[in-house]
């Protein structure tokens, strides 16, 4: 079945312990980003990848990193987190394109 | 300014009726990509409908279709036959290709199906 895997689903978690949300998809898809999800700000991107090695910040990138070391996987790394990072986080993936893209199931994250 | 609307924060209807939502877009771009996402209360962002704006027919899946009109600038969804699992919240959105990397949402249609 063709999907995007994300995990945790939920994760409460401290101010400042590092932490990584896995995303994972069996698309062969070039293209793979970050979404952030809040009430009354709808979503907003915070890093896209257009293939292998290449990523580049959207629109709120500060307090996140990412890297693609394979075609498949796009983990997002919130190195110190703080409650301002509390969200749902979304994982995105499509061709190169105007196309569709597919999302994972989401990630609620709380870090108090 | 790329930008996508949509006018209208919540909607009832009735078990059965055809519904539609609304949606206006904003692009300079000559081509782009229309879409429907359903977010029901779980979280998760289903894909429901895709449209390219070279597509000349209106897009359909099943009981949702989408109402291209380009010269308006719309694209509205259509829900035939709605049903207690439709009540959700619906989100357009669009992907010029200009700025491909990132795809633009409107603030979210929230519908409730009345049984």
């Known amino acids: 079945e063709a999907q995007v895997t994300q995990n945790p689903r939920y994760l409460i978690t401290v101010t400042g312990k590092k932490l990584t949300v896995t995303c994972s998809q069996n698309?062969?898809?070039?293209?793979m980003s970050w979404y952030r999800q809040d009430p009354g700000l709808g979503l907003r991107q915070i890093y896209y990848?257009?293939?292998?090695?290449?990523?580049d910040k959207g629109d709120v990138p500060e307090g996140y990193k990412v890297s693609r070391k394979e075609k498949r996987n796009f983990p997002l790394i919130l190195e110190s987190p703080s409650p301002n990072q509390t969200s749902l986080y979304f994982c995105?993936?499509?061709?190169?394109?105007?196309?569709?893209?597919?999302f994972g199931q989401g990630t609620r994250l709380t870090v108090v | 300014a790329q930008k996508i609307t949509q006018t209208q924060p919540g909607m009832f209807v009735q078990e059965k009726e055809a519904v539609t939502l609304d949606c206006t877009y904003d692009?300079?771009?000559?081509?782009?990509?229309l879409f429907w996402y359903k977010q029901p209360s779980s979280g998760e962002m289903i894909f429901l409908i895709y449209?390219?704006?070279?597509?000349?027919q209106n897009a359909t899946e099943g009981r949702y279709s989408l109402n291209f009109q380009k010269a308006r600038k719309s694209a509205n969804l259509v829900i035939s036959a709605s049903q207690l699992g439709d009540s959700a919240m619906y989100f357009c959105?669009?992907?010029?290709?200009?700025?491909?990397?990132?795809?633009?949402f409107g603030s979210g249609t929230r519908l409730s199906i009345r049984p």
């Open positions: 995105a993936s499509s061709l190169i394109g105007t196309g569709e893209a597919f």
């Open positions: 698309m062969n898809h070039e293209y």
């Open positions: 990848s257009m293939n292998v090695e290449v990523t």
């Open positions: 692009t300079s771009d000559p081509s782009y990509g």
């Open positions: 449209q390219g704006s070279y597509d000349q």
């Open positions: 959105a669009m992907r010029p290709y200009s700025s491909a990397s990132k795809i633009i």
